[in-house]
C-alpha cells in the first residue's frame, strides 16, 4: 500500500514539558474547525496525552511505539488508522531524539523517519534568543537524514524576544518559524498532577479549554504552512506481510467480558478492547463505585488510572467487593494491570489514611511521592499462571507511585523482572486462582498473547458455568 498522499505531521521537542501536547491538540481543534478529517497519533505508551488527543479529534489516538510493537506493527497501525484526506498529526515524547539508549533507538526522530514524516519542534525559549538557533542546527547535524520541516516557539516573552529567536533560526539554519506562542496564563495550561495530565474524564472544562487552545494556535501559529509541511512527504511504502496480524481463530460466542471504566480507571489502549471485541467479545463497561452485576460475566479486566483519587468512593463500595470475591472463588478470570493490582489489594495508603479495598489478594500497597516504577520493562514467564504459556517473553511499561510494602510469603508470581521495578524481589505477575495481577502495562498489538490469554480463560470459564447448570438441572 502506498502513502503518499497521507499528509502527515511529527510534533516534536527537545524535552518533555515543552509544550507539544498544547500545540498537538490545539492543531487538532484548528484542522477540525477548517473541515477537515483527522487522525492523532501519540509516540511511546502514554496514556494520558493520548487521551486529550482522543478528545479533541473525536477518535481513538493510536500509541505508535517501536519498542514495544516494533517498527512493523506500528506502520501496521499507522496505516490502519491514518486519514487519507485530512491531516495525521503525530505527537512525540521527551526530546526528538531520547531513545532507550545512547543511540537514540525507540526515539521521535527514528519514528518520523520509519513514517517518513515531517518535524515541527516545539521550542521552549525562556530566557534564550540566539542560542535557539544553536539548538536547532544541533538537531540538524545530528541526524541529516531526519526531515526538520519547522519550528513553533513557545514561552515567547515579547515582540524582541520572539523575532531575535525566529530571525536567528530562519537565517542560521533555513528552517522556518511557524509559529511563536506567548507565555500563557494558568488557565490556557492543561492540568496535571503526579502522573503528568490529569485526564479529560476528570476534567469539566475540558471542550472550554481545548477551544481556547485552538484560539491560541490560530493566533500565533501559520496553521496553513503547517498543512502545507504535512503535504511535503515522500512515499510511505507498506507490506501486509511486514506485519501479520494474529488470528484469534476460536471466535467467541455470546462471551461477555466486562471492564472497569470511570476516571478512576481509564488507563486502556483502544487496541486492546478492539481485539477482544473482533473476536466475538461483548465488552461491558463497568463503573466500580456502582452497584453492577457481574454474574453474567466470563471475565474481568481492570486496567489502570488513578484508584488512588477516588479512594473514599472505592471503598465504601463492599457489595462490589463482595461480588467479586465470590466470582473468583467460583473461578472468574480477572485481568489487573496496575492500578487493578491496587483494587485487588487488602489495603492502600495514601496521604496518611488507610483504606480497605477488596483483599483479593494478600498484599499491603502504599503511595509515595515518587514513582516507584517508570520506564519500559521486560519480563519471562516462569510461572503456571492462567493467561501466559511459560517462557513467554513479554515487553511492556509501567509507571507508578504505589509499592507493595507487604505480600503473603504464599503469593504466587509468574514473572521474572528482566527489566524495570515489578512487584518486588525482581518479580511481578502475581496469581490467584484465576486472577492475574501485574505492574506491567501490556499493549495487544505488541502481545498477542495477551488477547488469546484472555480468551482461552474466557472461554473456560463459560464452559465451567454451562456445565454446572446441566448439573442442577
Known sequence: MNFNNYSRIVISGLSGDSGKTVVSCGLLASFIDRGLQVA???????????????????????????????????????????????INVIEGNRGLFDGVDISGTHSTAEL????????????????????????????????????????????????????????????????????????????????????????????????????????????????????????????????????????YSTKLDNVKIGYFRDQSFSFYYPENLELLADAGADMIPITPDSQADLEDLDALYIGGGFPETNLKFLASNNSMFSSIKKLVVEGLPVYAECGGLMYLAEEIQWKGNTYSLSGILPIKIKMFDKPQGHGYSEVVVDNENPFFDLGCNIKGHEFHYSKIIYFSPDLKSSFSVLRGSGCFNNRDGLTYKKVFASYIHVHALATPEWVKGIIRCALSYQEQKKTKILIER
Open 40 to 86: 492523532s497519533f501519540k509516540k511511546g505508551p502514554d496514556y494520558i496525552d493520548s487521551a486529550w488527543l482522543s478528545f479533541t479529534s473525536g477518535k481513538p489516538a493510536r500509541n505508535l511505539d517501536t519498542y514495544l510493537m516494533g517498527f512493523p506493527a506500528v506502520k501496521y497501525s499507522f496505516m490502519k488508522n491514518a486519514v487519507q484526506f485530512g
Open 112 to 247: 518520523a523517519k520509519a513514517l517518513n514524516a515531517p518535524v515541527i519542534i516545539v521550542q521552549n525559549i525562556t530566557k534564550v534568543t540566539r542560542t535557539a538557533a544553536a539548538n536547532i542546527l544541533g538537531c540538524m547535524k545530528l541526524d541529516p537524514d531526519l526531515n526538520i520541516a519547522g519550528v513553533i516557539l513557545n514561552q515567547v516573552a515579547g515582540e524582541r524576544h520572539g523575532k531575535v529567536a525566529k530571525d536567528s533560526i530562519e537565517d542560521i539554519t533555513g528552517i522556518p518559524v511557524v509559529g511563536m506562542i506567548p507565555k500563557l496564563s494558568a488557565k490556557f495550561i492543561l492540568p496535571s498532577r503526579h502522573l503528568g495530565l490529569i485526564t479529560p474524564e476528570e476534567f469539566e472544562e475540558k471542550s472550554i479549554i481545548i477551544n481556547d487552545l485552538r484560539n491560541i494556535i490560530e493566533e500565533n501559529v501559520d496553521v496553513s504552512k503547517v498543512l502545507e509541511l504535512s503535504k511535503n512527504v515522500t512515499s510511505l511504502d507498506y507490506k501486509s506481510e511486514d506485519f501479520v496480524k494474529q488470528d
